[in-house]
Nanobody, 123 residues
């Protein structure tokens, strides 16, 4: 099993910034591929925010282009989401996602989710 832990959420005023972090870990050796961030606001469906492949290609939802930036750490088990010029409509629980495999699953690739971190944008 691979565990994902998000951090960095909180309360921020409109126009402010936050940086979310996600760290993948396992008790075994593991391989991690694409990672991404999704969000879910109350009463709404979970939606894609940004993704980054193992080759560092990125993709963003139209609503966050020019404001958010996704990146990988030097240790590729870590992904960040830099969020600038935050808007009230960005308020949601943000979830880290990763495709990963280890020998506990005979190296089959599985999709993993973190437990989420709350981002609230309000004055």
């Amino acid at each position: 099993q691979v565990q994902l832990m998000e951090s960095g959420g909180g309360l921020v005023q409109p126009g402010g910034s936050l940086r979310l972090s996600c760290v993948a870990s396992s008790g075994r050796s593991f391989s991690i591929g694409a990672m991404g961030w999704y969000r879910q606001a109350p009463g709404k469906q979970r939606e894609l925010v940004a993704t980054i492949t193992g080759g560092s290609s990125t993709n963003y939802a139209d609503s966050v282009k020019g404001r958010f930036s996704i990146s990988r750490g030097n240790e590729r088990n870590t992904v960040y989401l830099q969020m600038n010029n935050l808007k009230p409509e960005d308020t949601a629980v943000y979830y880290c996602n990763a495709h990963a495999s280890d020998d506990s699953t005979d190296w089959a690739v599985r999709n993993y989710w973190g437990q989420g971190t709350q981002v609230t944008v309000s004055s």
